[in-house]
């Protein structure tokens, strides 16, 4: 009975022992994250079209308010580099927005292959040129996001990972631009529209898998974002805007109340 006892005892001991240590490994791989912290990536996560803009970023136009920089002032990492930049696609991120990184780095989040597949270029052409020309515009992106992209984002993916060898890296997505049947009574028309909602959409699932065969994270922004696009009530994203280049571009709130809080479940 005593050596029954006993074993009982020594194994209720092991137990409560072991699990406390085993949740201050969980918390401590968790918070290994947020000690070195890099911010690569395009407008999207430059924060243009959320103000208050670094001077010293020059048309990086950096923001204090984008996402990165929150996640920075909310955790307050051993490092923090921003090398995000307005326009950027692939090919800059790689030979750019790098530096920073290397094997000590813990954390990176980027958002990047909009501009590659050209949506700057497809929403000037459909503000401008009407129905017909913008649907057109949207096919050839549609394109170049199925055949062309995956494989620059794959080489940018790589590069990544070959410089930061332990970072958990974090890719961030883009939102859909419009809620469909919302409150804009004046712009472009319900089917072009639709057709850069579904261009987002495709665009979201090509990036999700590179990010999943390359062993990141992937943050779908479009749930976040659902209720507060262009033409609904609580619009996160800019219509067309002076200077134009803050239009299709996420608001403060977008940075705040979207990106930061799928970034921040994620890291």
């Known amino acids: ?22 949740a201050a490994e969980s918390t401590a791989a968790r918070s290994a994250y947020a000690e070195n912290y ?18 010293a970023s ?62 700057a270029d497809a929403m000037i052409t459909c503000v401008l040129q009407g129905e017909s020309a913008c649907v057109n515009r949207i096919n050839e992106a549609r394109t170049y996001i199925e055949g062309t992209l995956p ?53 979201s699932d090509v990036t999700a898998k590179r990010a999943a065969d390359h062993g990141f994270s992937y943050g779908d922004v479009r749930p976040a974002f659902s209720g507060h696009e262009i033409c609904s009530d609580s619009e996160w994203l800019h219509s067309v805007t002076f200077p134009i280049g803050d239009s299709y571009h996420p608001k403060a709130a977008g940075h705040s109340g979207g990106y930061y809080p799928v970034f921040n479940a994620l890291d």
């Open 58 to 119: 020059g048309d990086c136009k950096r923001s204090t308010r984008a996402y990165p920089v929150l996640w920075k002032n909310a955790h307050s990492p051993a490092s923090f580099s921003f090398t995000a930049c307005s326009g950027a696609r692939t090919g800059d991120l790689i030979n750019n927005q790098l530096g920073p990184l290397n094997s000590s780095t813990t954390l990176v989040s980027l958002s990047i292959g909009g501009n590659d597949a050209g949506f």
């Open 151 to 203: 494989g620059r984002l794959n080489a940018a993916y790589d590069a990544v990972r070959a410089r930061a060898p332990n970072a958990h890296v974090v890719v961030l997505g883009y939102p859909r631009m419009y809620q469909l049947n919302g409150g804009c009574f004046f712009g472009i028309s319900e089917r072009s529209r639709a057709a850069i909602n579904g261009a987002a959409d495709l665009l």
């Open 1 to 22: 009975m005593r050596l029954l006892l006993g074993f009982l005892v020594a194994t209720t001991v092991a137990l409560l022992g072991t699990a406390p240590a085993q």
């Open 38 to 55: 890099v911010a690569l990536g395009d407008s999207y996560a430059s924060g243009v079209g959320a103000g208050s803009y670094d001077s």
